[in-house]
């Protein structure tokens, strides 16, 4: 081969590399906020990342277009359903609801499609994956009051008093349904699902113990430290010194 192809050739690969390095920094930019925006059902927020991301992404060879953007556009959907999983939140009609948006994103057949089909796929995700708690499984009353406890694990405000006051129910009549539906008390329940969304943030975030405690409202941290060991048998600094073994294992 001659120094020119020689040259071409190395300066096409050089091309290729950087263009694939630049990719994978967009992805990085974008993908958090994009899920974030999804998590947090806000579709204004959401429709913006997701469309700056394609745009940028329209970058790459015209022939990998529409290759890529099915790729992404189906793996925000399996990456909902993988953390709804780790949170031990998964159900039914997350599954079939993730799995039919999926097979249409999987039907488009133009990048004009997937971009003008943007706001359609995130209102799909928020209302139809993210919010879905299947509650054809347990009695109107009960699937509100799931969805409350999910949507406001954060902070300190959740409680019997301000679920039946958002309710408009009685706090007792609240209790007996709750113990009757889950076979658990509500207290019990609340603590269990903010130690699942803890442990998710100390394999998943770079938050600190202190930040997580503070998070999901424990002002003290003896009693996060006692909450957790209840739940996952174990402390909180174990919990996560284990998980760092096992990346290192991984590895």
């Known amino acids: 081969m001659s120094n020119d192809l020689l040259y071409t050739a190395n300066t096409k690969q050089d091309s290729q590399l ?17 899920l974030a925006s999804l998590e947090q059902k806000n579709q204004i927020a959401a429709e913006n990342y997701l469309t700056e991301l394609c745009f940028r992404l329209l970058d790459i060879p015209e022939e990998d277009h529409l290759f890529t953007f099915r790729i992404y556009f189906t793996s925000l959907i399996t990456e909902i ?19 039919a948006v999926i097979a249409t994103v999987e039907n488009w057949e ?27 499984e347990f009695t109107p009353t009960m699937g509100r009051i799931l969805n409350l406890i999910n949507d406001n694990l954060e902070g300190n405000h959740l409680s ?15 209790c007996n349904i709750f113990k009757t539906d889950m076979d658990e008390t509500l207290s019990s329940f609340i ?12 394999k998943h975030t770079s938050l600190t113990l202190s930040e997580i405690a503070i998070k999901y409202g424990y002002g003290s941290q003896s009693y996060f430290i006692k909450t957790f ?14 998980h760092f073994e096992e990346l290192k294992e991984t590895k």
């Open 18 to 34: 950087y263009l694939l390095f630049a990719i994978k920094e967009t992805i990085e930019e974008f993908d958090p906020k994009v």
């Open 81 to 99: 359903i993988r953390r709804f999983t780790l949170r031990g939140r998964l159900q039914s009609q997350h599954l079939s609801n993730g799995w």
């Open 110 to 136: 133009t990048v004009a499609e997937y971009l003008s089909s943007i706001p359609w796929f995130v209102d799909k995700a928020i209302k139809y994956v993210i919010a879905e708690t299947a509650i054809v």
């Open 160 to 174: 019997l008093r301000w679920i039946s006051a958002e309710l408009k129910i009685s706090p007792s009549h609240l």
């Open 191 to 202: 603590n269990r699902r903010k130690i699942q969304e803890a442990a998710y943030d100390i």
């Open 229 to 242: 060991r209840k739940y996952m048998d174990t402390t909180p600094l174990k919990y996560k010194r284990n």
